[in-house]
């Protein structure tokens, strides 16, 4: 497993330079047009963006490298990211998703941007951990990894991000952690539960490995889910 900030000869790291978030009226999400999106750039080009993909639905995040097609980013190895000194994020889980066929869309790419699911957007249920370390930190660092396995870093300052998320993407409060509302079927229920397994920020994915157990296990009943999974 990769350590986050161990010494590597050929890491290549970013520079900065003062940069302000604003808020952009023409950007696109992964499914639909997004009304408002959240965007930073740093001194190399490189920008990363909030976005929700309906006006109350998902908050995705997109991160754009600027351009180097001697060394082209390998996307298959998902970026890390860091919020001041806490925990690092790793984008795995939200990779895996894809291979465990579970329907839920949360990590995306092409040629040289990605985009992730960060926050199901329900402000009921609660803002999730990442977001709000975005929302409440001084600088967003992104490790993301090259074609010819070197690593590089992007670095972001989010001290005016708080009012700029909440204005692109319409948050008005920040509430209490996430709690389980009531669903009426059993695939509604499975999805609840990863997304809710989204919004930590541990790196493990030993959640969404037990809920695909669980859900094999269930014969599409909930509480037979649920006797696996609490």
């Not at 600027?66 to 990779?95: A, C, G, H, M, Y």
Request: glycine share 4%; hydrophobic share 30%; charged share 25%.
């Amino acid at each position: 497993m990769r350590r986050f900030f161990s010494f590597l000869p050929l890491l290549i790291v970013s520079s900065i330079t003062p940069a302000d978030w604003k808020v952009d009226k023409n950007s696109t999400g992964p499914s639909k047009t997004s009304d408002n999106t959240a965007m930073v750039k740093n001194g190399r080009g490189d920008s990363f963006s909030l976005y929700r993909i309906s006006r109350s639905g998902e908050v995705w995040a997109k991160f754009k490298p600027s351009e180097d097609f001697s060394d082209p980013v390998d996307w298959n190895t998902p970026p890390t990211l860091r919020i001041d000194n806490k925990k690092p994020i790793n984008l795995s889980r939200q990779k895996d998703l894809q291979i465990m066929g579970v329907g839920v869309d949360a990590y995306k790419w092409q040629q040289q941007q990605v985009e992730f699911l960060i926050w199901h957007g329900k402000e009921n249920e609660g803002l999730s951990e990442t977001l709000v370390q975005i929302m409440d930190g001084n600088k967003l660092v992104v490790r993301y990894y090259l074609s010819s396995g070197r690593n590089k870093e992007s670095s972001f300052p989010l001290t005016d991000a708080q009012t700029t998320i909440s204005r692109a993407l319409k948050i008005s409060r920040k509430t209490s952690p996430p709690t389980q509302q009531k669903t009426t079927t059993f695939k509604e229920f499975v999805l609840q539960e990863i997304k809710q397994c989204l919004q930590q920020t541990e790196s493990s994915n030993a959640c969404l490995k037990r809920i695909k157990d669980c859900r094999n296990k269930a014969d599409k009943e909930i509480h037979k889910f649920n006797s696996c999974y609490r």
